[in-house]
T-cell receptor, first 117, second 113 residues
Framework: DQQVKQNSPSLSVQEGRISILNCDYT??????FLWYKKYPAEGPTFLIS?????DKNEDGRFTVFLNKSAKHLSLHIVPSQPGDSAVYFC????????????????FGKGTKLSVKP | DAGVTQSPTHLIKTRGQHVTLRCSPI?????VSWYQQVLGQGPQFIFQ???????GRGNFPDRFSARQFPNYSSELNVNALLLGDSALYLC????????????FGDGTRLSIL
């Protein structure tokens, strides 16, 4: 049973417009959420994260929104650029206060974003 | 600063063989995790190590094992390889504090013939 779901396998957006990637989760114990970007033949690159005590976090063109009551988070990219074309993974974790262990990440299946010039 | 480095980048093995994958974390990171990614899926957690001790294990058979060394580098070992073990194996390192992201290497692409 998937605890983190990205229901859109792909998304196509025009350059300069907003990209909105969505993610749903089922486990209310998750307290930290992350977005990663992955290009082919590279490992996932950390983009932005949000703690469960917040509902918004911004970093430049990237903003993550968290709606705990709906168990939903989204990543907004404004403005979108062709270089943003990649697979985006949503991930979640619950903190395990066990001698420094953070707990493992649970990933969605990813959404492939294509930004057209 | 060097990121997470993994070796080798590609590996081809046959069924029944054994493989060792290596990972060097970002300097100062004491926590190392291993993930398996198959095509069309997100990375799946295999192991987490902190201060040379196993802190977490995912739903993988006992053919998978790992260890962490005093310099915080890590090895992932897989015995009796099966065709289904073909995947991208990712290593991630992080600081131990709460709400710190894991940073990934570029992975080892393992192909089983």
């Amino acid at each position: 049973d998937q605890q983190v779901k990205q229901n859109s396998p792909s998304l196509s957006v025009q350059e300069g417009r907003i990209s909105i990637l969505n993610c749903d989760y089922t486990n209310s114990m998750f307290d930290y959420f992350l977005w990663y970007k992955k290009y082919p033949a590279e490992g996932p690159t950390f983009l932005i994260s949000i703690s469960s005590i917040k509902d918004k976090n911004e970093d430049g063109r990237f903003t993550v929104f968290l709606n705990k009551s709906a168990k939903h988070l989204s990543l907004h990219i404004v403005p979108s650029q062709p270089g943003d074309s990649a697979v985006y993974f949503c991930a979640a974790r619950f903190f395990m206060n066990y001698g420094g262990s953070q707990g493992n990440l649970i990933f969605g299946k990813g959404t492939k974003l294509s930004v057209k010039p | 600063d060097a990121g997470v480095t993994q070796s080798p980048t590609h590996l081809i093995k046959t069924r029944g063989q054994h493989v060792t994958l290596r990972c060097s974390p970002i300097s100062g990171h004491k926590s190392v995790s291993w993930y398996q990614q198959v095509l069309g899926q997100g990375p799946q957690f295999i192991f987490q190590y902190y201060e040379k001790e196993e802190r977490g294990r995912g739903n993988f058979p006992d053919r998978f094992s790992a260890r962490q060394f005093p310099n915080y580098s890590s090895e992932l070992n897989v015995n009796a390889l099966l065709l289904g073990d073909s995947a991208l194996y990712l290593c991630a390192s992080s600081l131990a504090q709460r709400n710190q992201p894991q940073h990934f290497g570029d992975g080892t692409r393992l192909s089983i013939l």
